[in-house]
């Protein structure tokens, strides 16, 4: 996966740099009042040493409705669901456990016009939300219960995406995101803790990963007569 990764982060960059060397004057009129935003994206983990032995990110994605405010200016509501499995240390020692995070969102977002069909999105995302793991096995079945197997949270998320417009109102782009928890990983949460001893892992930072991936952006427009 750790390929995976830094070869979007590459198609990134050469995507972005020519587009703008080569963009001719950027569209000057305003994109649709509302719009749809979505996106799917590949976690890597960072921040705690402890969290990154437990889970490996599957998916990151989203979900939002965003309304414009003045030219370039937006904010909106959504969701964000994102899922990671446990590292083939504890699947090995036949665990099956994944963290499953659903989080409510408001999203506020800057527009900026790159070239006549392109433009970058900057955006500040937070949000509150249950993190559930799933799947909790003990080492032992007496250890099972002991804890819950959730917590909540609220989170911060960074975000900058370049988009290509396919019609006026219709486009794809590539994003990258930093998405900070605002809590510390408990590995009693998830009975992880009765496998290992995580006192020797680093575990002051937050939870935390970047997401590295593609979205869309969709604003709806009124039929002309």
């Not at 749809?36 to 590949?42: F, K, L």
């Not at 995101?177 to 590995?187: F, G, R």
């Amino acid at each position: 996966m750790r390929h995976y990764f830094y070869s979007l982060i590459a198609c990134l960059v050469l995507v972005t740099l020519p587009a703008q060397e080569k963009a001719k004057e950027p569209f000057k009129d305003p994109l649709p009042v509302f719009s749809i935003r979505g996106s799917c994206a590949i976690p890597k983990i960072i921040g705690s040493e402890a969290f990154r032995v437990s889970f490996l990110g599957v998916y990151d994605a989203s979900l939002t409705f965003n309304v414009r405010l003045g030219k370039s200016v937006t904010i909106g509501i959504g969701y964000q669901n994102a899922l990671f499995n446990q590292t083939s240390f504890f699947r090995y020692k036949g665990v099956d456990t994944r963290l499953q995070v659903n989080n409510g969102l408001v999203r506020f977002g800057y527009d900026k016009a790159t070239g006549p069909k392109a433009f970058v999105s900057l955006s500040v995302t937070s949000g509150f939300g249950v993190n559930q793991y799933t799947a909790v096995k003990a080492i032992k079945d007496s250890l099972n219960g002991k804890y819950p197997t959730y917590f909540t949270a609220t989170f911060l998320r960074p975000e900058i995406s370049y988009n290509f417009l396919v019609e006026d109102n219709f486009a794809f782009g590539i994003l990258l995101a930093y998405n900070m928890v605002l809590a510390s990983y408990d590995p009693n949460l998830n009975a992880f803790g009765t496998y290992e001893n995580f006192s020797k892992y680093r575990n002051k930072a937050n939870m935390g990963w970047i997401s590295f991936g593609f979205n869309f952006y969709y604003g709806p427009k009124k039929k002309k007569a």
